[in-house]
């Protein structure tokens, strides 16, 4: 399994990026997908969660009413839309797989994200 994620950047307070995570695994529809983000000196912590349907999202209660995970199953593509960006928003966001009634999961490389003015 390969996560390959892009979009990151850097972005004025207020401003807007989508985030793109490509998997390869032809079975994209039964894995749940995640964007986590880790901040310089935090742990890594989760932003959003879609399940393997499409059906239910969780958002983390920084991010709720800003930030949007949407998946493409046809296209094996899971996206984070992130408006109002803020300086705090600053991380590596990294993309997350895991295989329905499994415990295996996998990992994007990351893709850094960076909100200064």
């Known amino acids: 399994v390969q996560l390959v994620e892009s979009g990151g950047g850097l972005v004025r307070p207020g401003g807007s990026l989508t985030l793109s995570c490509v998997a390869s695994?032809?079975?994209?529809?039964?894995?749940?997908m995640s964007w986590y983000r880790q901040a310089p000196g935090k742990e890594r912590e989760l932003v959003a969660r879609?399940?393997?349907?499409?059906?239910?999202?969780n958002y983390a209660d920084s991010v709720k009413g800003r930030f949007t995970i949407t998946r493409d199953n046809a296209k094996r593509t899971v996206y984070l839309q992130m408006d109002s960006l803020k300086p705090e928003d600053t991380a590596v966001y990294y993309c997350h797989a895991k295989r329905r009634f499994s415990s295996s999961d996998w990992w994007g490389q990351g893709t850094p994200v960076t909100v200064s003015s």
């Open positions: 695994m032809s079975t994209f529809s039964n894995y749940h």
């Open positions: 879609i399940i393997s349907s499409g059906d239910t999202t």
